[in-house]
């Protein structure tokens, strides 16, 4: 699967956030609204990284539950 596709389908999984692709081969997701104290306290962060597009999707599966632990 193409790159580009790679990134629109987790673009579309993850609509909050926005993914890219660094020139050095890694995959980043930054969030597009700041993180409430709760969220913070609970271990979210505005901005993951990863070296492939399926540990991308686990590191923003894992931050979607702790910002919806946080914030109830």
Do not use: K, N, Y
């Not at 629109?8 to 995959?27: C, K, L």
């Amino acid at each position: 699967m193409s790159f580009d596709r790679r990134l629109a389908e987790i673009a579309r999984e993850f609509p909050r956030w926005t993914i890219w692709r660094s020139d050095a081969g890694r995959w980043w997701a930054t969030r597009h609204h700041p993180l409430t104290a709760a969220q913070r306290a609970s271990g979210c962060a505005m901005t993951v990284d990863a070296d492939d597009p399926d540990g991308l999707r686990e590191q923003l599966r894992d931050q979607e539950e702790r910002a919806t632990t946080a914030d109830p």
